[in-house]
Structures are given as C-alpha cells and as structure tokens.
C-alpha cells in the first residue's frame, strides 16, 4: 500500500511563497504518474499540476508561471514550488499518484493565502 504524506503547507500573505512536499513508496515512485490537486470551500477538486515518473509536466492555466512541480524518483519525493501565491489559491492541497490500475491520495495540507 503506497502511502502519500503532505508537508509544507501554511497562511502566506498575497504575493508569498510556498513549497509542498509529499514524500511516499518506491512503487510510487518508480513508475506512477503523480499530480497535485487542491480543493478549495466550497468548490470541486481540481488538477494543479501534474508529473509523469520520467518527468514531463503539465499545469493549469491558473497556475502556470508561478507554480512549479518536479519529482525526485531517488529521493522518493515530489514538491510543489508556489510563487505569488494569491488568495484564490487557498485551498486544501493533495498529492495523487496513479499507475498498475491503483491510485493513492494524500492527506492533504492547508494552504491559505491572506492579508
């Protein structure tokens, strides 16, 4: 059972930085394709970035430009590099790896932007 755990979350002001992580399994990381969705109140769960396991990427249209994902498969680590975060990307933030038929969500870590 791969396991997904969330950190680096936290309350930024507008125009603030944040870097996640989510740390998990070798089997995650070996061959999974990986994402970061995020769940605002109120609203749907929605993609934010995306990663295949030899490191090709996709993003939102809100996010690109500020936001970066990578993945390091050695380290069993994927982040997310937040920049001029503002508050419309306060939201709850999961990690999802999905491959071999399974996927696996994180916990989720808060990250809310306000003044």
């Known amino acids: 059972q791969a396991q997904l755990v969330e950190s680096g979350g936290g309350t930024v002001q507008p125009g603030g930085s944040l870097r996640l992580s989510c740390a998990g399994s070798p089997m995650v990381f070996r061959t999974y394709e990986m994402h970061w969705y995020r769940q605002a109140p109120g609203k749907q769960r929605e993609l934010v970035a995306g990663i295949l396991s030899g490191g090709v990427t996709n993003y939102a249209d809100s996010v690109k430009g500020r936001f970066t994902i990578e993945r390091d498969n050695a380290k069993r680590l994927m982040t997310l590099e937040m920049k001029n975060l503002q508050s419309e990307d306060t939201a709850v933030y999961y990690c999802?790896?999905?491959?071999?038929?399974?996927?696996?969500w994180g916990q989720g870590t808060q990250v809310t932007v306000s003044s």
């Open positions: 999802h790896a999905d491959g071999d038929g399974d996927e696996f």
